[in-house]
Nanobody, 124 residues
Framework: QVQLVESGGGLVQAGGSLRLSCTASGRTFSNYAVGWFRQAPGKEREFVVGISWRDPSTGVADSVKGRFTISRDNAENTVFLQMNSLKPEDTAVYYC?????????????????WGQGTQVTVSA
């Protein structure tokens, strides 16, 4: 079992930045691909970014390309989502998910473990 806890969400003005953290416990996190998803009210959960377990390669959704980056610190069992140039349409609950030996491009139903989510609100 892997337990995931997200942190770092909050309220920010448009154009601002936030860094979300996803901290894992229970297993060796370096063996897991990690993805960030988000879900806005009334919308389906969507993929944002993902990082492979094997190497630092990442996948980024077009909607956030050039603004969001994902990175990991395996020594700290943590994956980060750096969000810059935030827009009101980025407002959502952000979730991290983990998949053992997964790739950077996975759909939501391919992940094995999920965190509880952290709210990000971007004001205009």
């Amino acid at each position: 079992q892997v337990q995931l806890v997200e942190s770092g969400g909050g309220l920010v003005q448009a154009g601002g930045s936030l860094r979300l953290s996803c901290t894992a416990s229970g297993r060796t996190f370096s063996n897991y691909a990690v993805g960030w998803f988000r879900q806005a009210p009334g919308k389906e959960r969507e993929f944002v970014v993902g990082i492979s377990w094997r190497d630092p390669s990442t996948g980024v959704a077009d909607s956030v390309k050039g603004r969001f980056t994902i990175s990991r610190d395996n020594a700290e069992n943590t994956v980060f989502l750096q969000m810059n140039s935030l827009k009101p349409e980025d407002t959502a609950v952000y979730y991290c998910a983990a998949k053992y030996h997964g790739s950077r491009w996975l759909s939501a139903n391919e992940y094995d473990y999920w965190g509880q989510g952290t709210q990000v609100t971007v004001s205009a």
